[in-house]
Structures are given as C-alpha cells and as structure tokens.
C-alpha cells in the first residue's frame, strides 16, 4: 500500500505543475517568452519533488518519474526549458553525493537529452497523435537508456531488471496519458479562444448591417459637394485640401465595404469553380499594383483544382493576402503562388512572399478583428479573408519568421 500512496505522489507531483499553468498562467501572461519561463519554473518545482520523494522499493531499489517532467517541459517548452531542466537535474542529484547514480544520470542525460531536442521541434508542428507517438516513444527511449548504463555500472540482476522493467512501463503509460491531458486541455483553451473570437465577429457583423449603410449615404453627399466646389479657378492649395479630403473618404468607403463583406459575406451562390483559373484571373487583376512596388508574381497550376465556392468571394480573400504580401515588399520581391491537388481530398493554394515577415505573435493574431501589422491597417481585409476561407470549409495556415518572409497555406475541399 505504501508504494500505491508513493506512486500517487508522483503522478501528483506532474498534475500540479499542468493545473497552475493552465487555469492561472496561460491568458495572464502574453508573451511566449514569458510562458516559458514560468512553465520550465513549474517543471523545475516538479522535478525537484519528484527526486525528493522516490518510490520505495527495498534497500537500494528507488523509483521516481523525474523523466517525465523534463520530457514534457522540453517537447511543450523548447531547448531552453530542456537544458534547464537537465541542469537542475544534475544539480540536485549531485546534492546527493558522488556515487553511482550520479553517474548514471548524467550518462543517460547525455545520450538521452540530444535526440528529445532533436524531436522537440518535429513534435511541436505535428497533430496530437503523432505527438503521443513522439512522446511515448522518447520516453521509452530514455527509461532503456537508463536500464542499460543501471545494468552497466551496478551489474545486472533479476530484482534490478525487475525494477528498471516496472519504471518504463510506468513512465510510457504516465507519459502517454499526460501527453494526452495536456493535448486535451490546450484544444479547450484554444476552442474558448475562438468561441471568444467568434462572439466578437458576430458582434461586429451586427453592428455593420446596421451602421454601414447610414454611414455612407452622408459620406457619398460629402463627396459629391467637394466635386462641385473643385472648381478651376481654385488654388492649387485649395485643390489639394479637396483632393486630400476626397482620398480620405474614398478610403473610409473601404474599410465600410469590408465592414459590409465581413457583415453579409454572401457566399450562398456557391458554384464549381477552377481555382487555377481564378488565381491565373486574380493575378492579372493585381498586375498593376504588383508593378508600381517592383514585385513580381509567378504562378504554378495544376490541372484538376476544383471546388465548390463564390468566385467573387475567393478572389476577394486571395486578393486581400495577395495585397498584404506585395506591401510587406517595401523594396520589391517576389510572390509565388501555387495551386496542388491533394491525396486527402483538399487542394492546396500556397502564397509565398519575400516580406519582411511576422513575429509568432502576430502571426497568432493574424486575422482578429481589428488587429493589422500596417500601421494605418484596419485588419478588416485579412479577417474576411479568414471568415470566406473557413465559410467554404476551408482551412488556412500561416507560416513566417522576422525578415524571412510568409508563407499562406489555403487548404479547399475538393471536387470532382
């Protein structure tokens, strides 16, 4: 019963550190630096526990599951978190004396810790069970390194292979139904994100049905009596205030057409469409801008990209990203675009652009309503964008790094 209660301590050890940093840290701390920091801290705390109350199992037999917090909070926290931990590990077991195994950890650190770093990032762009494949299968990696340098230094025997077999059946299962938790609590997280960002959207396209067309009407008679008194025998001062004036509601008019797109996003006449013929389509439409910037388009097509959508609607999204990724060029550049079609049943558009690229956290804002990395930039254009793309059951994605450039990833279903 005594090694029940002292494997009991351990898993709660490992729960303590996911239920703080996920009710109390995740929305109050902003920056991923930031998280990071706290989430190694928490492991670290974890860990320390851990190795402080072992499992018990006879005179020199002692069992504790120290590899999984520093398995988890180097796969969810990067290569920071994993050579803090294993520093702290090395630390506090040599706080124990110089002995056997001090030695044995730090072998198994060694072999162990390279080859979790280099699954760390593989994991953190994979889905959720190729991360419990990954996970499972580091974890059983580390608990077989350990049982060969165990075997090694203090030789091998029954009840030391016996041990060593019941710590890495016990670690893999830990690991799998703690991967498991933590995968299950970021996908709520993330699912109360975008109901959050849903009940905005839905705020906004109320507002617009009901503002946007009151607006304008006093706007278009603006506009109309500025024409009028833009007469010839006016100074030229005089004319650039009205030219000025005119500019500035035409683009007031713009973001209201979006406010109207984003509002009442038409996409009910839906049609079968060729999706290369429309970016071969959009791509001559934008021509003209693209020359003014020095930025050229190249476009690669294949046959049979068919879906079923609003051809107005799905150039006005891939317009809206084709214009933000030709201004992201302020000294010219390159587009590419690509349409494949996919072995899962979806077709892949890829606008590629030489830009100067997004942080991590503007690419997670990316599409929020009035959220824009222009700095006079509404965010109105790329969050129809987002709402178009996932009306037709789509799914886009967003790739960039800081002066590197970005990469939009559409994914449409496919028909025949």
């Given amino acids: 019963m005594s090694i029940i209660k002292d494997f009991l301590l351990q898993l709660t050890f490992m729960v303590i550190p996911i239920f703080i940093y996920y009710t109390f840290i995740t929305e109050r701390v902003k920056t991923d630096k930031n ?12 860990i320390i526990a851990c190795m402080s109350f072992p499992v018990v199992f006879g005179e ?9 917090p520093l398995l988890l909070g180097t796969l969810y926290g990067g290569f920071f978190s994993g050579i803090v931990l294993s520093a702290l590990i090395i630390l506090y077991r040599l706080s124990f004396g110089f002995d056997i195994g001090f030695y044995n950890t730090v072998l198994v650190l060694l072999l162990s810790l390279p080859v979790i770093l280099y699954f760390q990032k593989p994991f953190a762009s994979s889905k959720k069970d190729k991360r419990l494949i990954i996970a499972v299968g580091l974890a059983s990696y580390y608990c077989l390194i350990g049982i060969t340098w165990f075997g090694t230094l203090r030789g091998f025997s029954i009840e030391n292979l016996i041990v060593q077999i019941i710590h890495l059946i016990f670690a893999v299962v830990v690991t799998f139904c703690f991967t498991l938790l933590i995968e299950a609590v970021r996908e709520i997280h993330q699912l109360r994100l975008e109901i959050q960002n849903a009940e905005k959207l839905r705020v906004i396209g109320e507002l617009t049905s009901v503002f946007a067309h009151e607006i304008r009407n006093p706007m278009q008679a603006t506009r109309g009596f500025l024409q009028l008194l833009n007469e010839p025998d006016l100074s030229d001062k005089k004319k650039e205030y009205i030219q000025i004036s005119l500019e500035e509601l035409d683009r007031a008019n713009a973001i209201i057409n979006d406010f109207l797109s984003f509002g009442k996003p038409s996409i009910h006449d839906n049609e079968r469409i060729d ?10 439409i934008i021509q003209s801008y693209t020359m003014n910037r020095n930025v ?3 476009t690669d097509v294949q046959d049979n990209c068919w879906i079923y959508a609003n051809t107005q609607k799905l150039n006005q999204s891939l317009i809206n990203i084709l214009k933000n990724a030709i201004e992201s060029m302020p000294t010219g550049g390159m587009v590419w675009i690509t349409c494949t079609s996919m072995d899962d049943g979806y077709i892949k558009i890829i606008i590629k652009d030489q830009g100067i690229g997004m942080t991590k956290k503007q690419m997670d804002m990316l599409g929020s309503p009035y959220y824009s990395s222009k700095e006079n930039g509404t965010g109105l254009g790329m969050m129809v964008s987002f709402q178009i793309i996932r009306s037709f059951k789509g799914k886009i994605q967003v790739k960039s790094e800081k002066e590197s450039g970005t990469e939009f990833i559409i994914q449409l279903p496919q028909i025949t």
């Fill in 60 to 68: 020199n037999a002692r069992l504790e599951l120290r590899i999984i």
């Fill in 275 to 284: 999706v290369g013929f429309q970016i071969q389509r959009v791509g001559n």
């Fill in 35 to 46: 998280r990071i920091i706290v989430m190694t801290m928490l492991w670290g705390l974890s």
């Fill in 296 to 298: 050229e388009i190249k």
